[in-house]
């Protein structure tokens, strides 16, 4: 009989870890598994779960309105702890920071194993005031914790890195196998959410220089609003350029892997992320990639320098001009650097990245003591 395994999460409103978790879930439960996914909210664009798979409420009440922080904060951590003990699943996973303090305090006494997932950079995240308090005190009752990067891993103290394991995100099918672009547009595109730490503000400037040397050559961005005010931030750049002609913000788009897959250079920009879903669909569209080595280690962990892409320094807006240029001036070079990269699908197809996932949670279900 298969298990029954349970995430949690704060909802499934569109995200990395988001993503992550859906694809899982559906993965889990197209194995016969009986999945769980309590989450605190439910969101207005939300990833879709198999018709199996069983979604339960784990957040605030309509009575909880208007109570004080603290007392909602102690009012999740109940609500959550009494789906562990109703559903008695046989491992809890938790994805992003609170979903994980939240599941490690709701856990003692239960019998339920928790496992963790760091999704997001440590440095920044994880190091305040509070977090000092709470991972001495929670995180030596995880099970066991996924981190995307070694850099992760490495920023926490080695119990929990004893027992851990680096998984790399699950890539969707729709992004392996598409075939080489008979040839490539004068295009250079970026993907993901118009969002302060992804620094498209630089990627925008850096574009301005290219396009003075390269006046065929345009850029669109492809992603939604994070409403942070870095959209407007890019809006007022391309005013001030007047370059309305050739950069263009072209909104969210569910066929990236029709949008992107003919493009001169995929420029990545970021200042830190975790492992970014988009990175690795560019690389496994066949994309000649340039990126910015950004903490975690994200791009580092699954790219190569002059192998697979380039890597350069995180807010090097020179470096980043530089590369976008020496890409589209040297396409043979560009596109061997873009087959190499298509070589991720080969360790971050779905199948594989579910194997992994799967491995480690019956590696501590297997093992498990009293929780």
Known sequence: MKRRIAFHLNCLEQGGA?????????????????????????????????????????????????????????LRVKYLRQFMKEEKPDILIAFAQRANYRALMASPGTKVPVMISIRTDPAGHYDAWSDKIQIPLLFPRAAGCVFQTEGQREFFAPFLQKNSRVILNPLNDKYIGVPEP?????????????????????????????????????????????FDGTKEILEGI??????????????ASDALEKELTDAAVYAFSSDWEGLPNALLEAMALGLPIVATDCPCGGPRTVMEDEVNGLLIPVKDQKALEDGINRLIEQPEYAEKLGRQARKIAETANAKAIFEQWRDFIEDICGGRKEF
Do not use: C
């Open 182 to 226: 008979e040839k490539r547009k004068k295009e250079v595109v970026q993907s993901g959410r118009l969002v302060d730490f992804k620094n498209q503000p630089m990627l925008l400037r850096a574009f301005v220089e290219v396009h003075r040397k390269h006046p065929d050559y345009v850029l669109k961005i492809y992603g939604g609003d994070s």
């Open 238 to 251: 391309i005013a001030e350029h007047q370059a309305q002609d050739y950069i263009r913000l072209m909104g």
């Open 18 to 74: 988001e993503r992550v978790v859906s694809n899982l879930a559906n993965q889990f439960a197209g194995e016969g598994y009986e999945v769980l996914v309590a989450t605190e909210w439910y969101g207005e664009n939300e990833f879709s779960l198999n018709g199996g798979i069983r979604r339960v409420h784990v957040g605030l009440r309509k009575e909880d309105e208007g109570k004080n922080r603290v007392v909602q904060f102690l």
